[in-house]
């Protein structure tokens, strides 16, 4: 047990190995230790220790690796010990070999996450690396098994005893004189060369390959041929069939003819197979990368592969005959397909769900692995040709590259069925009305495309032409009402600038199939018409063109100025980036027009803000004018404000938002633009107060209230004299005059109160007091109306003499 402790000690063995099989009884080693199984059903097998090499494997071998110099403890036994088993009990160790690697260590190494100090993971290129080499390991492994499995072995015949122990010449000649003995062998002999005829016969037929092989699979027949061959070679020289022929040679038996031309035709064939597993075996650094790069990756194997090619088709005693050639770059050209096809689908389940521009990347490099490996090829025949002694490269090109070709057609019409659903697409972002059935048409077309069933990829397939018709007849419908869609807009009322507009709008989307020059140009001409027709505008409107409501003067015009420039801009921005369309006599016209009417509205702009400025710059004066201003004629008191000033305000207000330069001394005056108009709008009110209040005061008390109006004149005073609108103190001035209007407010509101409810009373009832009343509905006498008139004035006397 000294090998388990080792293992399982720091620093110790990193194997430890159990064998289970048949041994024999006095099988024992130093470095084995045997363990009896008594449960077992088969008595005779053992599991025991093992090196692994003191014992050949004939069973089951179950083996622990560990992975650390550490005690191998309980702790850490499940993450430092690996186990697993070879099972060598059909007698094959390739096959138990194959089986753990493919089945068990690879399919592990690949779903690896981390690998220690490399920070890529398995993305890492020498990971990547890594693996294809031990799946070309594997697949060696694999090929030797098959191999073996093939061996050639005559059939097993019995022989007498008496051929075992030929030794002697004598024994030779006396086994020869046995007519019996020799017509057995000559029997024995006959199976054996109807057995070689039939493998020779064999291996000249015409070999039976699926049609897109690689370049591998010439080489792994080449050792098949080589192995059977060999091992054939061997069997014939087996001490048995030596000493069979021996004993016909003696007699001189006719069987002997045959086999002489069999030997001879055997060793020709091995020696072909041998030397052509030898050059073929110069291509098999290129296999790998022929199966696992991506067309760019390729290229740079592809001049070194093509000259171990021609060194076979040079060197090569039989391997360079035109048709081994021919197919060996014919599968070469398999291989590159097949690789595109894996390259195309990488990643996804049908190439439709790659994203556009990656497909048609992938196409690009596979089409360009195609033109670089017929260049390649090309540059090696051009060159042979140059010295005809060489053996030259005469082999029809278009039975190597006619399928690459047909390929590539293939990727070809993908890539223009992806670029053309590319452009569909941007239908999607049109935002025009109409285009919503056209875009569910588009998806039918990209709906029906990937739902196709079958390998687009195979271009032997030939179901995609007619799918590519359709689908062609199909884009050209969709880009048919594409067209007719925008002449039914372009026969709408719309603007000009609206129409050049919706052009751009149908520029962004697929444009590949529709007609926009003639769009263009009819535009090009109603945009000529425009821009006369705003020609005369401006001649007929620039003395007085119309203004905005609310809008000063100056910034009117400057506004209807540039309305105009945009009606005549817009247009021409969109058109002057489509001169390689419209480039012309015409288009040469439109923009002399253009810049002459431009020109024109700059200078208007110009001259009425220079204007403005001037004008402008003297305003900020006005602020130093009195408060207030009374009427020459009526003596009534006004708000002494200039409207300049206002409008000047309003103005600049209006020149920032144009963004024009507003001069300094403006802008420090719209800094006050509030203060003023609060000011502007106090006095109004001030001034609207006193009319109103003296407006109360009744005329029969108008003298009794100068006293209190002259008051208020004398706090209106400053504001006529002194005050301007730049002084500081104008709202101690405002306070000052209401406190004065209160007064007389309040006096006004006494003494009228007096005068109607006092004296007005007082004299409306005494005008009301009848001294005569009248009849009316009656005569009366004078006795009797003298009597009533008596009695009213007594009435009367005593009413009157009430009132104090």
Not at 558 to 564: G, S, Y
Request: proline residues 4%; charged residues 20%.
């Amino acid at each position: 047990f000294s090998l388990i402790d080792d293992f399982f000690a720091a620093n110790g063995s990193k194997k430890l190995i159990f064998f289970y099989q048949s041994v024999k009884q006095h099988q024992s080693s130093s470095h084995s230790s045997f363990v009896d199984v008594a449960a077992l059903a088969v008595a005779h097998k053992k599991l025991f220790l093992t090196t692994g090499s003191s014992e050949p494997l004939l069973g089951k071998c179950l083996f622990f690796l560990r992975t650390t110099d550490k005690a191998i403890t309980t702790a850490n036994v499940q993450q430092e010990v690996n186990f697993g088993m070879l099972d060598c009990s059909d007698g094959s160790i390739l096959n138990s070999l194959e089986t753990l690697l493919a089945h068990i260590m690879l399919p592990a190494l690949r779903s690896q996450q981390t690998w220690g100090s490399v920070q890529e993971g398995v993305s890492c290129p020498d990971v990547q690396s890594f693996l294809s080499s031990v799946d070309q390991f594997i697949s060696n492994l694999s090929s030797a098994r098959l191999n073996m499995e093939r061996k050639f072995q005559l059939q097993q015949v019995e022989l007498p005893d008496a051929i075992s122990q030929l030794s002697t010449p004598a024994d030779y000649t006396s086994a020869a004189n046995n007519s019996e003995l020799v017509e057995q062998l000559e029997g024995v002999v006959s199976v054996w060369t109807n057995q070689i005829k039939q493998v020779l016969t064999e291996s000249e037929q015409l070999r039976k390959e699926a049609d897109d092989v690689g370049p591998s699979a010439e080489l792994e027949h080449w050792k098949r041929r080589m192995v059977t061959f060999n091992s054939l070679m061997e069997e014939v020289k087996r001490p048995q069939v030596k000493r069979t022929l021996g004993v016909l040679q003696v007699a001189k038996s006719r069987t002997l003819r045959a086999w002489r031309e069999l030997d001879g035709d055997i060793t020709v064939v091995a020696n072909e197979a041998k030397d052509n597993v030898k050059y073929l075996y110069t291509l098999d650094k290129f296999l790998g990368p022929l199966g696992k790069c991506t067309p760019t990756s390729m290229l740079e194997h592809i001049p070194g592969l093509m000259t171990s090619i021609r060194m076979i088709h040079t060197v090569s005693q039989y391997y360079n005959t035109s048709e081994r050639m021919t197919s060996l770059l014919l599968k070469v050209t398999n291989q590159m397909i097949t690789t595109c096809r894996s390259y195309l689908s990488q990643g996804v389940t049908r190439i439709w769900d790659h994203s556009r521009p990656v497909l048609l990347q992938r196409i690009s490099e596979c089409c360009n692995l195609n033109a670089e490996y017929q260049r390649s090829f090309q540059s090696i025949r051009d060159k042979l040709r140059e010295n005809p002694e060489n053996r030259q490269f005469d082999f029809s090109e278009n039975y190597i590259f006619g399928k690459f070709d047909a390929f590539c057609r293939r990727l070809e019409k993908i890539a223009d069925m992806a670029s053309t659903l590319e452009s569909l697409a941007a239908l999607q972002n049109m935002k025009v009305e109409g285009t919503e059935k056209i875009y569910v048409r588009y998806q039918t077309i990209v709906s029906t495309t990937k739902s196709k069933t079958y390998d687009i990829l195979d271009h032997r397939k030939l179901e995609f032409d007619s799918d590519y018709t359709e689908f062609q007849l199909q884009v050209q419908g969709l880009f048919q009402s594409l067209q007719s869609l925008l002449d039914f807009w372009f026969q709408q009322s719309l603007t000009t600038e609206r129409m050049l507009e919706l052009l751009v709008v149908f520029e962004s989307g697929p444009t590949a199939r529709l007609d926009l020059k003639q769009h263009y140009l009819l535009l090009l001409q109603r945009y000529s018409r425009e821009l006369e027709l705003l020609r005369k505008t401006y001649q007929k409107q620039r003395d007085r063109p119309p203004v905005g409501r609310n809008l000063p003067p100056v910034a009117g015009r400057i506004l209807w100025c540039r309305q105009i420039f945009r009606k005549i801009e817009a247009p021409m921005l969109i058109l002057k980036k489509k001169l390689d369309v419209l480039k012309g006599p015409e288009m040469s016209k439109v923009i002399q027009s253009y810049n002459k009417m431009a020109v024109v509205l700059l200078q208007y702009e110009v001259l009425h803000l220079q204007a403005w400025s001037q004008a402008a710059e003297s305003t900020p004066h006005c602020l130093n004018a009195a408060l207030l201003v009374r009427h020459e004629n009526n003596k009534e008191v006004f708000v002494n404000l200039d409207p300049v000033v206002l409008e000047v305000l309003q103005e600049a207000r209006w020149m920032s938002k144009l963004g024009v330069t507003v001069p300094k001394i403006i802008l420090k005056m719209t800094t006050r633009e509030a203060p003023i108009k609060a000011l502007y709008s106090r006095l109004l009110e001030l001034l609207q107060d006193y009319s109103l209040v003296v407006g109360r005061i009744p005329p029969l008390l108008f003298p009794l209230m100068q006293p209190f109006i002259s008051q208020v004149e004398a706090a209106l005073s400053p504001g006529l004299t002194t005050l301007s609108w730049t002084a500081l103190n104008a709202d101690g001035f405002i306070e000052s005059v209401y406190l004065a209007l209160k007064d007389l407010d309040q006096v006004s509101k006494v003494a009228t109160d007096l005068l109607e409810c006092r004296v007005g009373r007082l004299l409306q009832a005494m005008s009301s007091c009848s001294l005569l009343v009248l009849p009316e509905d009656s005569p009366v006498s004078p006795q009797d109306l003298l009597l009533q008139t008596e009695t009213s004035v007594q009435a009367a006397a005593g009413a009157l003499n009430w009132y104090p």
